[in-house]
C-alpha cells in the first residue's frame, strides 16, 4: 500500500508542495525509520522545513527499500568475493613456494623452477653450457607438468665441443686465480714474510703417498698454477710396490688430491700461522652443475652441510678464535692497490682490487664465497686447534667419505628420479664421453646428435 501510495504522489505533480511534503513524510517516514533500526547507515530523517519534491521522496524511498530486499544476496556476494580472495591467494602463495623452493619430486628431492637458480649457478654457466642447460631445464620442468608428454632434446657435435672446450678453459682459469688470490693473501697478512709449498697426494698400486715441494715465489708470479706444480713433482715419478729389486715392476703415479700451502715465518698482527689453497677435481664440476638444478632437503645431511659449495677453496689459519672473528669481519673490506697485483701477476683493474662478497656465516665454520674475476672461491677461517683436530690426512679422509656419502645419496636419488638419473648421465657423458658414445636418454626425454 504504501509502495503504491508513492507510486500515486509521484505522478500526481498538481499536489501542493506543503501536502506532498506532510504526505512524504508521514508514507516515507515510517519504512525509512523501521529500515534505520537495522541499517542505521540508510536512515535519513526529513523535515518539514525543507520539503521534498514527490519526485525526490520516490528518489529516496527507492534505493532504500532496493537495500533492504537485496541485503542477503549482498552478503551472499561478500562472501564468495572473500572466499574467491582466499583461493587467489593460496593460488598465489603455492607459485611463490614453487619460484622459491621449486617442484617437489618427491623424498626431499626438488627440481629447480627458475634457471639459474642462483648467484652461485650462474658463475659455474657459462655462455655456451647455459644455452645447453636452459634447454634441459625447459624440456623438464615440461615433464613435469605434463607426465605422459616427451620431449626431444637436439644439440649439434660442435655445440657439444663447445660446451667442453668452454668448461675446461673455466676451471683452468679458475685454478689460476685461486693460486693468485691466495698468494695475495699470504704477502698481505705477513706482510710479506712467508715461504711456499706445493702439496700433492698421489696413488700408485693402491699404495698412498704424500709429497711437498717448495716453490719460489717467482713460479707463482710467472702463471704456474696448484694443478700445474702438483703435475710437476708426479710427472717422471714411478713406484715400485715389490720388494724384489731384480724384479721391480714400476707403477706410474696417479693424482688424488693437490694444494698450495704458504706459512708465515713469524708473528703478524692477523695472527695467521698458514693459508691452504685447494681445488677440487675437475669431475666435480659437472656434478656442482648438475645438482644446481635440484634442491635437496635432507635434515639428517647437517654435516654434509659445512662442505664449501664452490670448486676452490682458501683456508686461513690463525692463532685463536678472537683472531679468526675479528679477520673473518674484515674480510670483505680487503683491498690491493695496483703495485700489489703487478707483482702477483694479477690484471689491475677494479673488479679486483676488492673482493665481491656473495655469502657469510658468522659462526659456526666461518666460512664466505667470493666472487673474483668471475671464479667463486669459499675463503675459510680455522683457528690454529681447529686446523690441527682436522689433520690433512684426516681431513682427506673426510673428504672421501663425504663423496661417497653423496654417491650413496645420489644413486638413491638416480633410482627414484628419472630426471635427477638423466641430468646427471647427460652432464657426465658431455664432460667426459667419446664421439663416438651414444647420448644417455630416458622415458620422457630423448638426445639427438646431429652434426655441424
Not at 5 to 13: E, G, K, N
Not at 122 to 138: D, F, Q, S, V
Amino acid at each position: 500500500m504504501r509502495a503504491v501510495l508513492i507510486l500515486t504522489l509521484a505522478l500526481a505533480p498538481s499536489v501542493k508542495a506543503s501536502e506532498a511534503s506532510a504526505r512524504s513524510t508521514r508514507v516515507v517516514g515510517s519504512p525509512a525509520f523501521c529500515m534505520g533500526r537495522a541499517l542505521p547507515h540508510l536512515r535519513r530523517p526529513i523535515s518539514s522545513r525543507c520539503p521534498l519534491r514527490p519526485s525526490a521522496v520516490v528518489a529516496e524511498a527507492a534505493p532504500t527499500l532496493d537495500c533492504a530486499l537485496h541485503r542477503k544476496s549482498s552478503r551472499i556476494s561478500k562472501s564468495h568475493l572473500i572466499s574467491e580472495s582466499k583461493n587467489r591467494k593460496r593460488s598465489e602463495s603455492l607459485d611463490v613456494n614453487h619460484v622459491l623452493h621449486g617442484l617437489e619430486l618427491g623424498r626431499g628431492l626438488r627440481y629447480q623452477s627458475q634457471h639459474p637458480s642462483s648467484p652461485r649457478a650462474a658463475h659455474l654457466e657459462k655462455p655456451a653450457l647455459r644455452g645447453m642447460l636452459t634447454m634441459l631445464h625447459a624440456a623438464a620442468l615440461s615433464v613435469i607438468m605434463e607426465p605422459e608428454s616427451r620431449r626431444e632434446l637436439e644439440f649439434s657435435s660442435s655445440q657439444i665441443e663447445k660446451v667442453r672446450q668452454e668448461v675446461s678453459t673455466t676451471y683452468e682459469s679458475g685454478e689460476k686465480h685461486l693460486t693468485v688470490l691466495s698468494h695475495l693473501f699470504a704477502n698481505h697478512l705477513t706482510s710479506g714474510d712467508y715461504s711456499c709449498k706445493s702439496v700433492v697426494t698421489a696413488d700408485a698400486a693402491g699404495n698412498r703417498f704424500t709429497l711437498s715441494q717448495s716453490i719460489p715465489a717467482e713460479s707463482l708470479r710467472s702463471g704456474a698454477d696448484s694443478f700445474s706444480l702438483a703435475d710437476q713433482q708426479l710427472r717422471e715419478l714411478r713406484f715400485d710396490a715389490t720388494s724384489d729389486k731384480e724384479d721391480a715392476t714400476w707403477s706410474a703415479t696417479q693424482m688424488v688430491d693437490h694444494s698450495l700451502e704458504f706459512e708465515a715465518h713469524k708473528h703478524n698482527q692477523f695472527g695467521v700461522h698458514r693459508i691452504i689453497a685447494h681445488a677440487r677435481s675437475s669431475n666435480d664440476y659437472w656434478r656442482l652443475i648438475s645438482d644446481g638444478l635440484f634442491g635437496i632437503d635432507l635434515p639428517d645431511q647437517s654435516a654434509a652441510s659445512h662442505e664449501p659449495s664452490t670448486m676452490y677453496t682458501i683456508k686461513i689459519v690463525v692463532e685463536d678464535a678472537d683472531h679468526a672473528a675479528v679477520l673473518q669481519r674484515n674480510l670483505r673490506n680487503f683491498y690491493w692497490n695496483d703495485k700489489e697485483l703487478r707483482e702477483h701477476g694479477a690484471p689491475v683493474d677494479f673488479a679486483t682490487r676488492r673482493l665481491d662478497l656473495l655469502e657469510q656465516s658468522e659462526s659456526g665454520h666461518r666460512c664466505s664465497t667470493f666472487n673474483w674475476l668471475d671464479t667463486l672461491i669459499s675463503v675459510q677461517v680455522q683457528t690454529l686447534d681447529e686446523h690441527y683436530e682436522e689433520s690433512e690426512m684426516a681431513h682427506a679422509k673426510q673428504r672421501e667419505d663425504s663423496a661417497h656419502r653423496r654417491e650413496l645419496l645420489a644413486e638413491r636419488f638416480a633410482a627414484e628420479s628419472q630426471l635427477f638419473r638423466f641430468s646427471r648421465e647427460l652432464l657426465q657423458w658431455i664432460g667426459d664421453a667419446s664421439p663416438e658414445s651414444p647420448p644417455p636418454s630416458c622415458a620422457s626425454i630423448g638426445v639427438t646428435i646431429c652434426n655441424s
